[in-house]
């Protein structure tokens, strides 16, 4: 099981490699290396795949320690992996889905000049994002938390002459920071709660260490969840992840789509013996999550930017996993986790080919009837919008349907009724995107998409490299094929977790890990879930529908100025966090910028002033005529003698 | 037959006196260095006085000390004023204000 940390490490030399020699490489040479350490990790994570499989299910568990990091008295904290079948599962699909964005990548980025930076920046996320799955107590895992977020600081920011870039950047890293407090404090409880963070020794302990709902447990809980809110762009910290599609596609697609934002949600599934002792902390995971699904799927309805629609169903899908892990349904969490992984990345790659066949263009009024330009580009993302929207027999489906039936089943009514009409809201919204990029014709007031890229071609191509002006048609080869792939993946990762009889094949490869008995009412018929299954079918079908009707044949006019005002807004959430944050944040700051600059500065340089005026007078005494040294000599002499004389 | 003691204070107090006044108002180095020495037999004919006042040799003593330093005084001034008059073809101390602040 050693060889596990092979996966990580191999990324981690890619990026010592191409961020050392990548700029005197030729571009052919960075892209086999960025390439070939990923696809080294996905095939090191089959191996140990293969070997755990080659165990029995109860011993699939392996703690690989490197070396004694912290190691304090009673505060000790080794770095090590823990190889069981959760962080195999993660590893293999950040890897898949990674070695297949790293291939696309080399494509899409074929035309910037600093593809050595981008390819460096990539595999050091890749190396972070294995390192945080593998990784086997909380202070390891905390080193990929970061490394993951700087990662993602790093690549939004990645054409950094762009100011809109390199202020998404700084605000991803600064909101996702909120959320790392917590998470840090989290970590500091958990020493003093268990002594140590070891993930297995946590999970042994939790029963007796934590009372069921007692303060410890609760406050445990929610600070790592609020970690989690942060990195996984929940309630209320999802701001950063809309603008963070100032990045490049992939990263977009790689990040913050696949992989570092369901980052949250893996580590509540590795923490969840904890989260079982604090039911209250639990029904706070699912009541954001749910809140979050369809608040960010009403966002997605209003949104003319084709990349942040997707952001937008990327933070609604999140929270369906959040809900699915908040009724405790673990590994449908990791289910969806992995669902969402295949076709959320491939959406986005969809999205970037239309971007790189129309020079970087991401307004969807600007687009339309791509689909005879664009087949194959148009046919990928047919097939992620209908796994996102939950169509059978994709992905998506299975993995949502599983969520929501077991948000039902646990007698979270509620909270599947939100999460239902979020799945209404979510076939609207990806319908609409679809419509309106690849059916409509281009839409009013704006030329077709190849006439109307030319005005802004330099600034697209001046930055992202892309040729201004280029034939609109499907990608090459080298972005084509992983999203053939993904696609696949799409279509038969519904087998992960459905089968007949569940649980499904994940669940059974889980089963062993996750504590028993997680669903708080487990029973169901199967009656009751065909029954479910059902409505989530019907929703979605109907949202297909409704835009078919609005959009397509025209048939229904949606007005209402309040609500695209409201939408549009996205419920002034960003307003009411530039009034109730930013402006006291920046008037505290000015007024400090004031004080230092007028007090504390003023005393210092009112200091130096006075010595500096003290010397300017003191130097006139020393003109350089003899006889004024002589005169005041004489003067001195007199004085003291006169002092003698009349003292 | 003596001459009264005030005679000789008087006498070195105008000595002294004009060695200030060429110290004070005179351009020339060597002037300058003149009226230093002029100021320094004034306090020996002051120091002569006092001791043959006293009765005592301790002032007569100091003079010696007094016009030995003064001899190595003028060997070390005068080497000055020839550099000096050297390197800036002067020796006015008014131009030589190399330590103006």
Known sequence: MRAAILIPLFPLAGWVVNGLLGDRWGRRAVA??????????????????????????????????????????????????????????????????????????????????????????????????????????????????????????????????????????????????????????????????????????????????????????????????????????????????????????????????????????????????????????????????AATAIFAAAAALAEPDLKRVLAYSTISQLGYMFLGVGVGAWSDGIFHLTSHAF??????????????????????????????????????????ALALAGIWP??????????????????????????????????????????????????????????????????????????????????????????????????????????????????????????????????????????????GLAVAVAGIVLVWLVYVRRALRVRSQAVQTVLAHRFYVEDFYAAAVVAPVRAVARWAGGFDRAVIDGAVVGLARAIGGGGAVLRRLQSGYLRHYAALALVGVLALLAYWMWR | MSVPAPYYLGLSAVLFTLGMAGVLVRRSALIVFMSVELMLNAVNLTLVTFARLRGAVDGQVLVFFVLVVAAVEVVIGLAIIVDIFRSRDTVDVDDVDLLRG
Request: proline share 6%.
């Open chain 1, 394 to 535: 994709f992905a998506g489906f299975f993995s949502k349907e599983a969520i929501l039936s077991d948000a039902f089943r646990a007698g979270r009514v509620w909270l599947w009724a939100v999460a239902l009409a979020a799945a209404g809201l979510t076939a609207l919204y990806i319908a609409r995107a679809f419509a309106l990029v690849f059916v409509l014709p281009p839409g009013e007031g704006s030329a077709g998409p190849a006439g109307c890229r030319e005005g802004d071609a330099p600034r697209a191509a001046g930055h992202r490299g892309l040729a201004p002006g280029a034939e609109v048609a499907d990608p090459p080869p080298v972005m084509r094929w992983p999203m053939g792939a993904l696609a696949l993946l799409t279509l038969l990762g519904g087998a992960l977790g459905w089968s007949a009889a569940r649980p499904g094949v994940l669940a059974r490869w889980l089963g062993p890990l996750l504590a028993p008995g997680a669903l708080r009412s487990s029973e169901g018929t199967h009656g009751s879930e065909a029954a479910l299954a059902a409505a």
């Open chain 1, 32 to 289: 086999w290396v960025a390439c070939g350490t990923v696809v080294a990790a996905f095939a090191v994570s089959l191996a140990v795949l293969a070997r755990l499989l080659a165990l029995p299910p109860g011993a699939r568990s392996a703690a690989v320690v490197l070396y004694e990091w912290i190691g304090t008295g009673s505060v000790r904290a080794p770095l090590g992996l823990l190889v069981d079948p959760l962080s195999v599962a993660l590893a293999l699909v950040v890897s898949g889905v990674g070695a297949l964005i790293h291939i696309y990548s080399v494509g899409y980025m074929a035309g910037d000049e600093h593809i050595a930076r981008y390819f460096a920046y990539l595999n050091l996320f890749m190396a972070s994002m294995l390192w945080l799955v593998l990784a086997g107590n909380l202070v390891a895992m905390f080193i990929g938390w970061e490394g993951v977020g700087l990662c993602s600081y790093l690549l939004i920011a990645f054409w950094f002459t762009r100011p809109p870039a390199a202020a998404a950047g700084v605000k991803a890293f600064l909101v996702t920071r909120l959320g790392d407090v917590g998470f840090l404090l989290g970590i500091f409880l958990a020493f003093a709660v268990f002594g140590t963070t070891d993930f297995t020794a946590m999970a042994r302990a939790a029963g007796s260490r934590l009372p069921l709902g007692g303060p410890a447990a609760t406050a445990l809980a929610l600070l790592l969840f609020l970690g989690a809110t942060g990195k996984s762009a929940q309630l209320p910290l999802y701001v950063w992840l809309p603008d963070a599609m100032e990045g490049p596609t992939p990263v977009s697609a790689l990040i913050h789509a696949a992989t570092m934002v369901t980052a949250g949600v893996y580590m509540i599934v590795r923490m969840h013996a904890v989260y079982l002792r604090a039911p209250l902390a639990l029904d706070v995971v699912a009541i954001v999550g």
């Open chain 1, 343 to 384: 076709f959320k990345a491939l959406l986005f790659l969809a999205a970037g080919a239309v971007m790189h066949a129309l020079g970087g263009e991401t307004d969807m009024r600007r687009m339309g009837g791509l689909a005879g330009r664009l087949p194959a580009t148009a046919g990928a993302f047919a097939v992620g």
